[in-house]
T-cell receptor, first 111, second 113 residues
């Protein structure tokens, strides 16, 4: 079973920041938080990952709480092309391991 | 550069038939994964290869499913005696090393009539 809990769906207005929450209360000390997204009819796309510090790249920012039991993915200026299912995953990095996906959050960007 | 490619993009077959699904990973990637995704669900792990060998096949649902990667590059997922319940999108992913980020292909949509 997936070790994360995400809302089933969310809406966000185009141009605004989209904040996607994820709970991972049973995360272990050596597990990272990964985010992937899946646009309709495409394969999942890697977005970002982090251990305990906040991370930012060209796609998004990842904010992890100090106790590491939850995190938020932030898309700073959402566009219609960001409409997708977003998956939050916990996984041990630097170890060969499959990804265990949950059902993710379906994000709708509204024009 | 070229990403992970999968062929065919769509496959329709009849119950009981045999099918092969192909995955071409990113050049140089040593790890290759197969996942299956049913409608409304997240992808579900099937099998992964490190090089030519299957390192973990714990996700294969039964012995009708088999996968090979004979030269450590292209992989083929083989399904014998297909059943309607096998209908799904079959996703392939590769990574430079099994410990790295996985990059997914667009998937093959299999429909068993």
């Amino acid at each position: 079973d997936a070790k994360t809990t995400q809302p089933t769906s969310m809406d966000c207005a185009e141009g605004r920041a989209a904040n996607l929450p994820c709970n991972h209360s049973t995360i272990s000390g050596n597990e990272y938080v990964y985010w992937y997204r899946q646009i309709h009819s495409q394969g999942p796309q890697y977005i970002i990952h982090g251990l305990k510090n906040n991370e930012t790249n060209e796609m998004a920012s990842l904010i992890i709480t100090e106790d590491r039991k939850s995190s938020t993915l932030i898309l700073p200026h959402a566009t219609l092309r960001d409409t997708a299912v977003y998956y939050c995953i916990v996984r041990v990095a630097n170890r060969d391991d499959k990804i265990i996906f949950g059902k993710g959050t379906r994000l709708h960007i509204l024009p | 550069g070229a990403g992970v490619s999968q062929t065919p993009s769509n496959k329709v077959t009849e119950k009981g038939k045999y099918v092969e699904l192909r995955c071409d990973p990113i050049s140089g990637h040593t790890a290759l994964y197969w996942y299956r995704q049913s409608l409304g669900q997240g992808p579900e792990f099937l099998i992964y290869f490190q090089g030519t060998g299957a390192a973990d096949d714990s996700g294969l649902p039964n012995d009708r499913f088999f996968a090979v990667r004979p030269e450590g590059s292209v992989s083929t997922l083989k399904i014998q005696r297909t059943e309607r319940g096998d209908s799904a999108v079959y996703l392939c992913a590769s990574s430079p090393d099994a410990r790295d980020t996985q990059y997914f292909g667009p998937g093959t949509r299999l429909t068993v009539l």
